[in-house]
């Protein structure tokens, strides 16, 4: 019994030390093919890849078309120490915009540049300006500042229109998120016709609403179509963080195109107007208790493009009774239901121009010819 339990015992020990010894070779092999056996530690052969795919060629395309025209912006302010009552100029922020011409007008939002002293335009080649601001529009977030290129002035971004934009095509962002300069996102058009309230409690309405990643040093920078033309300029997010959340909003490029270039003759945007009193709350009283959709005048203003077509306001007889005025129910060929309509019609239009305006006066359908008037 004793010689069986050693010779387990011996067969044991051989095993255990025959793992072992496995287990130091498997441990050690790499050292003894690259030592002793000698095998070379040569780069693997790179697969051929093909072609790229049609949708990866056109967005390689469209972003370094419009890259170029893309700028990055940097603003400084000035701080006075109060010891010292030294004057210092400080970083203020990181934003983005495009070349709009070939003039030098530069397009980025009015929350960029606003309230700083001073602001440097960056070129996708490194030059770098100092800008001046030729005008902005705060109601549209809209800034336009200028630039002297002596020689090789970039192109400018080629300009579409968001009239025809529809939920689902694919968008392209470029910008400089987070001061990272020239970033290209992508996505689609998740919703039309949003509105916002800026940092100041202003309303910013008929935006483009996008999941494209757009994060904090964007703002300013070019909305793509898939045809590298611009559809909107990236202006803001909704994010509880601060950063990307799936929901980005960008000024429509028809408002762009129309502000644009009254900021670069006039310095400001001339909004036109009727020369009309209106009211959101009383006009919801007042047509429902006519049974009719549109925006009742309550007051025409003396001398107005209003009064000189001769609209009729709402008027308080000797009883106390309140007698409606005219209710517009169209202008410019678009129906008016309601002031939101009426207000985005008028956007249509600038200052001068001549609209038809439809109203009802009592029982009666009118079709009346207005002058815009600047309604700044």
């Known amino acids: 019994m004793v010689q069986g339990s050693n010779g387990v015992s011996g067969w044991l020990r051989w095993a255990f030390w025959i793992i072992v010894l496995i287990l130091v070779g498997w441990q050690m092999l790499p050292w003894i093919q690259t030592h002793l056996i000698g095998l070379d530690a040569e780069p693997r052969a790179v697969t051929a890849r093909g072609e790229l795919a049609a949708d990866e060629q056109a967005t390689i395309e469209i972003f370094e078309r419009a890259s170029p025209s893309v700028v990055f912006i940097s603003t400084r302010q000035r ?218 005048v309550l007051q025409v203003h003396q001398g107005s493009a209003a009064e000189a077509a001769g609209l009729q306001g709402t008027v308080i007889d000797d009883g106390g009774n309140v007698i409606p005025g005219d209710v517009i129910t169209a202008l410019g060929g678009r129906p008016v239901k309601g002031i939101g309509d009426l207000l985005d019609n008028l956007e249509r239009h600038r200052a001068g121009d001549q609209v038809s305006v439809a109203i009802l006066r009592g029982e009666q359908e009118l079709s009346v010819q207005v002058t815009l008037q600047d309604g700044s």
Do not use: C
């Open 79 to 296: 701080v006075r120490n109060i010891w010292t009552r030294e004057v210092m100029s400080v970083p203020r922020g990181n934003g983005s915009g495009f070349v709009w011409d070939d003039r030098g007008h530069v397009v980025t939002n009015n929350h960029v540049i606003e309230g700083v002293s001073e602001a440097t335009v960056r070129l996708n080649d490194g030059r770098s300006y100092k800008a001046l601001l030729v005008g902005r529009s705060p109601a549209h977030d809209l800034a336009v500042l200028r630039i002297n290129v002596a020689f090789d002035r970039p192109p400018p971004v080629p300009v579409g229109t968001s009239d025809d934009l529809r939920v689902g095509q694919k968008v392209f962002a470029i910008g400089n998120p987070f001061g990272l300069d020239y970033s290209l996102t992508s996505g689609l058009v998740s919703a039309l016709d949003r509105s916002i309230r800026d940092d100041d409690g202003g309303l910013i309405e008929h935006l483009i609403q996008t999941d494209a990643a757009i994060n904090p040093g964007n703002s300013g920078g070019p909305l793509l179509d898939s045809a590298g033309r611009l559809i909107g300029i990236n202006t803001a997010i909704y994010s509880p963080s601060g950063a990307y959340a799936g929901i980005g909003f960008a000024v429509p490029v028809d408002s762009v195109n129309r502000v644009v270039p009254e900021l670069i003759a006039k310095g400001l945007y001339q909004r036109p107007a009727l020369g009309i009193s209106i009211d959101a709350d009383v006009n919801r009283a007042l047509t429902r208790r006519l049974g009719v959709a549109g925006v009742v």
